[in-house]
């Protein structure tokens, strides 16, 4: 199995979205929803290797922007929540996390 990561070379500034930059960002994102200052997702995949060959390639993704979700498989599914803990909710790097993520669920 070859791991395809994407484009990721620099992390963005790590500052606090307000609202309306976070609504605006979801519209760019697929799936995405914010709930509790967090932004979620589910990912369902055709089975269990396509799921942790997706989690291998996103923690490739997420090491490049220093930057790591909270996320759990079972079986094909993956859920995931991101938010920047020191900033207390939603960052710019939280949002180029979650569109390497769709990147990545794509392949």
Do not use: K, Q
């Not at 967090?38 to 390639?57: C, G, K, N, Q």
């Amino acid at each position: 199995m070859i791991v395809h990561t994407s484009s990721v070379t620099v992390a963005p500034d790590n500052r606090l979205l307000s609202e309306a930059e976070t609504e605006a960002a979801l519209g760019d994102l697929s799936g995405w929803r914010c709930e509790d200052g967090r932004l979620r997702r589910e990912y369902t995949f055709a089975d269990f290797s396509a799921a942790i060959a997706f989690m291998v390639e996103v923690a490739f993704d997420a090491e490049r922007l220093g930057h790591h979700p909270d996320w759990s498989n079972v079986y094909n599914r993956v859920d995931v929540t991101i938010l920047s803990h020191d900033l207390g909710g939603v960052s710019a790097r939280c949002v180029a996390l979650a569109g390497a993520m769709d990147v990545a669920s794509a392949d």
